[in-house]
Structure formats: structure tokens, C-alpha cells
């Protein structure tokens, strides 16, 4: 199994631009989450999953969309980028939620770098 | 709203020594809380996971503790090494896994 995979792993965007940052897991998970890590911040959560037509915003989502069309793939759109959104964003998955310790484990991708000028 | 606190400050020690990192949180105890590890420019990894009605957890060379009293986990690692050099997050379950929250994490740095 590849587990998650994201791409690009690095991007420079100008102001006002958009792009989209692929997030592709195998390991057949329910449940998806897009987080950004800034320096010396803990990962906060924009937009999560619960399966294939399902999204849902968490707790920084402006800014950003997502859709789910498979279990498999999860995309997260920025539609006009923002000084603000450079950050180093990580996808994750989890088999289901609320049952412990290898349910609601996450597994990471290896994140994305986008830096906005 | 619930909030974790790491030491943001690395920890420095030095090889074959045990190494504590503290998580504190200050609202209501979660249902369980994990520590993950995180290399640089790689994602947070799973390392252990402690319910509420667990004192201890221990898998190999590491030790998580949970204290709802004191609202605080500890995580030990013992005969640290310096492949143990890392950091390590804290995250706090909500109600479900999408309500997970993360700690900042603490730099652990082990010297040889």
C-alpha cells in the first residue's frame, strides 16, 4: 500500500491565483482530512470527510473547497490564494471514527508547501 | 474551547537518558489522546493511543501516561537515542475523530 499520497509536494502561487492539492489514499478509509500546519502552530483542521459525496468544514475552511466523489481521492481547492494560506498542508485518513486506537488513528501524507507571493 | 499545550521549547538530552514530554489540555478529559511523531518535511506518524480509564500505556521503549486529575499526559521514551530526534505531538480527541485536535508539538533533540 502507497497509504496517502499528496501532491504537488512544493508550489509558489501569485496572489489571486487557484490551484488544486491532490490527496489519494488505498488503504480503502472512510474518513479524510485536510489540515495546515504553520511554524510553531499545531495542525488545524479545514475540511474533513465521511465518505464518498460527504464534506464537512472544520475549523479554518475560508478560503478554501473540497470534494469527495471517491472514496478514494480527496481535493482541496484554493480558489483566489492569499498571502495568508502559505503553510505546509497535510491530507490525512482514518478507517471510521469514535472506536480508539485503530479507528481514529490518522495516517498522514507527506504534505504539500505552498508558499503565496 | 479545549486547548493543549506543549512545551514549545526542545528538549535537549543526551543518549541512553529518558526522555518526558508533558501535554497538558484545560477543559473537560477527552475520551482518548494520541501521540504521533513528526520528522521534518514529513507527516505526523501514530505512536500510541490512551483511553481515559487507562493509567499507563507502554509499546517498546515508549511510556504514555494519562492523568485526568491533573489534565496532563506524560510521554516517556527510555534509552533514548538519537534516531529518537523528532517532534512530538499531542492530540486530543473531541468526540470523534474529525474533532481531534493537535498540540504544537515539542522538539526532542538526543545527543550521541
Known amino acids: 500500500n502507497a497509504g496517502v499520497t499528496q501532491t504537488p509536494k512544493f508550489r509558489i502561487l501569485k496572489i489571486g491565483q487557484s490551484m488544486t492539492l491532490q490527496c489519494t489514499q488505498d488503504?480503502?478509509?472512510?474518513?479524510m482530512y485536510w489540515y495546515r500546519q504553520d511554524p510553531g502552530m499545531g495542525l488545524k483542521l479545514i475540511y474533513y470527510?465521511?465518505?464518498?459525496?460527504?464534506?464537512d468544514k472544520g475549523e479554518v475552511p475560508n478560503g478554501y473547497n473540497v470534494s469527495r466523489s471517491t472514496t478514494e481521492d480527496f481535493p482541496l481547492r484554493l480558489e483566489l490564494a492569499a498571502p495568508s494560506q502559505t503553510s505546509v498542508y497535510f491530507c490525512?485518513?482514518?478507517?471510521?471514527?469514535?472506536?480508539?486506537?485503530?479507528?481514529?488513528?490518522?495516517?498522514f501524507g507527506p504534505g504539500t508547501r505552498l508558499t503565496v507571493l | 474551547s479545549q486547548k493543549i499545550e506543549q512545551n514549545s521549547e526542545a528538549l535537549n538530552i543526551q543518549e541512553g537518558k529518558t526522555a518526558t514530554l508533558t501535554c497538558n489540555y484545560t477543559?473537560?478529559?477527552?475520551?482518548?489522546l494520541q501521540w504521533y511523531r513528526q520528522d521534518p518535511g514529513r507527516g505526523p506518524v501514530f505512536l500510541l493511543l490512551?483511553?481515559?480509564?487507562?493509567k499507563e500505556k507502554r509499546k517498546e521503549r515508549l511510556k504514555v501516561t494519562f492523568d485526568t486529575t491533573l489534565k496532563q499526559s506524560l510521554f516517556h521514551i527510555t534509552a533514548s537515542q538519537p534516531a529518537d530526534s523528532a517532534t512530538y505531538l499531542c492530540?486530543?480527541?473531541?468526540?470523534?475523530?474529525?474533532?481531534?485536535?493537535f498540540g504544537a508539538g515539542t522538539r526532542l533533540f538526543v545527543k550521541a
Open positions: 490525512a485518513s482514518s478507517p471510521t471514527s469514535g472506536g480508539g486506537e485503530g479507528t481514529d488513528t490518522q495516517y
Open positions: 488503504m480503502n478509509h472512510n474518513y
Open positions: 470527510s465521511v465518505g464518498a459525496g460527504i464534506t
Open positions: 477543559n473537560y478529559s477527552p475520551a482518548y
Open positions: 490512551i483511553r481515559e480509564n487507562e
Open positions: 492530540a486530543l480527541d473531541q468526540g470523534g475523530g474529525f474533532k481531534t485536535i
